[in-house]
Each structure stands twice: as structure tokens, then as C-alpha cells.
């Protein structure tokens, strides 16, 4: 167990409101990531962080944005929600050139 | 724009046959190399990894795999499978001047039948 948590675990939302999505690690580790996963795509990459402050776009970043304030937390945001974001997210942080990942967190718009 | 190929999208097996699932990359420099499960329900947890040395890599689970560099591949295998080997089966890629960014293959859904 890597000690990541995500909160909250399941959220059913509508089109138009906007969602924020929270990973808590307990490792310190620099390196923390938002991943989507739909069926026959495989994990794809959100957005990524290599530090307090210090964020960058991933492969499928487009109406997601992200914040981190503190090492331990990496906040993902759905400004508007659209129903293409239905989906299951996992955070990932990096430990020993190895990604861990949290339990994920199953959202759904309607 | 680099890649990772699983073709195999749905394996269907009885307990006790071998299983190998096919893993190809596209990225022609310095690679890791994993295998993650994701069981149903569950979160995805790391079966085993390639870093350097030995191309033969042994994980949990009876599970090895293969890197072969000049086919550019990274194949999973187990000689005897069991029921709660049932999972969904994940090759990723990070190339190693990329911040540690994972590139995913789609997915190998294995189904092992009692």
C-alpha cells in the first residue's frame, strides 16, 4: 500500500457543475499524477505534478485543471462538468521510479 | 507519437493452461518497462518491472516477462493460470527523459475459467 487515498470514492453529478477531486499521499513523494481510465483506452495521463506548485499538462488535459498547495495533496478540477468526463480516476504518485496508485474514484455525469 | 500496442484486447483460458499477453512500445530510447493488474473492482497494483540487467523479470504471482529490446517487446507470461487470475492486465512504458510520464497500453482482459 503506497498511502494514497482519494476522496470521494463515488460522485454522481450533473452537466454544468463543477467537480474537484482530492488525492491524499502519506509518502512525501515529489512526483503525483491524475490518470482516467475508460474501457479500450487503457490509463490515460491527465495532468501531472513535480512539485508544490509546479503542474503540467498531460495527454488528455482539456477541461481539467489541477492544484497543488502542499506535497501531499494534488487537487483535480472539472471547472464544467460534460458527460465525456464520465469516467473512473486514479491518482499515482512515484516511488523509486515506480507509480503507485490510489483506489480511484468512479464519477459520473448526467 | 510514442505508443504502447497490448493485442490481445480479451483472452479466454481454463485453469492450468500457460498464458503469454503481447506487449509492444514504440520508443526507441532508454525504456521502463511494467506490468500492472487491475482486478475487478480494485485499483491497479504492479505485477513486475524491467529496469536494466536481466531481461527475464519474475514478479508475484508466478507472473515473468521478456524484454526483448530489438523487437522492441515486453511480454507477460505464466505457465499455469488459476481462476483468480481473472483481471485486467496493463503494459506501460516511461521513457526516462520524461518525467516519469506513464504511457499505458489499452488493456488485456483475462478471463480463466474454472
Known amino acids: 500500500d503506497a498511502g494514497i487515498t482519494q476522496s470521494p470514492r463515488h460522485k454522481v453529478t450533473e452537466t454544468g457543475t463543477p467537480v474537484t477531486l482530492r488525492c491524499h499521499q502519506t509518502?512525501?513523494?515529489?512526483?503525483m499524477y491524475w490518470y482516467r481510465q475508460d474501457p479500450g483506452h487503457g490509463l490515460r495521463l491527465i495532468h501531472y505534478s513535480y512539485g508544490v506548485k509546479d503542474t503540467d499538462k498531460g495527454e488528455v488535459s482539456d477541461g481539467y485543471s489541477v492544484s497543488r498547495s502542499k506535497t501531499e495533496d494534488f487537487l483535480l478540477t472539472l471547472e464544467s462538468a460534460t458527460s465525456s468526463q464520465t469516467s473512473v480516476y486514479f491518482c499515482?504518485?512515484?516511488?523509486?521510479?515506480?507509480?503507485?496508485f490510489g483506489p480511484g474514484t468512479r464519477l459520473t455525469v448526467l | 507519437a510514442q505508443s504502447v500496442s497490448q493485442h490481445n484486447h480479451h483472452v479466454i483460458l481454463s485453469e492450468a493452461a500457460s498464458l503469454e499477453l503481447g506487449c509492444n512500445y514504440s520508443?526507441?530510447?532508454?525504456?521502463?518497462l511494467f506490468w500492472y493488474v487491475q482486478y475487478p473492482g480494485q485499483h491497479l497494483q504492479l505485477l513486475l518491472k524491467?529496469?536494466?540487467?536481466?531481461?527475464l523479470v519474475k514478479g508475484i504471482k508466478g507472473f515473468e516477462a521478456e524484454f526483448i529490446k530489438s523487437k522492441f517487446s515486453f511480454n507477460l507470461r505464466k505457465p499455469s493460470v488459476q481462476w483468480s487470475d481473472t483481471a485486467e492486465y496493463f503494459c506501460a512504458v516511461i521513457r526516462m527523459d520524461s518525467s516519469y510520464k506513464l504511457i499505458f497500453g489499452s488493456g488485456t482482459r483475462l478471463l480463466v475459467r474454472p
Open positions: 509518502e512525501n513523494h515529489r512526483y
Open positions: 524491467y529496469f536494466s540487467g536481466d531481461p
Open positions: 499515482a504518485i512515484t516511488g523509486g521510479d515506480t507509480q503507485y
Open positions: 520508443y526507441g530510447g532508454t525504456v521502463n
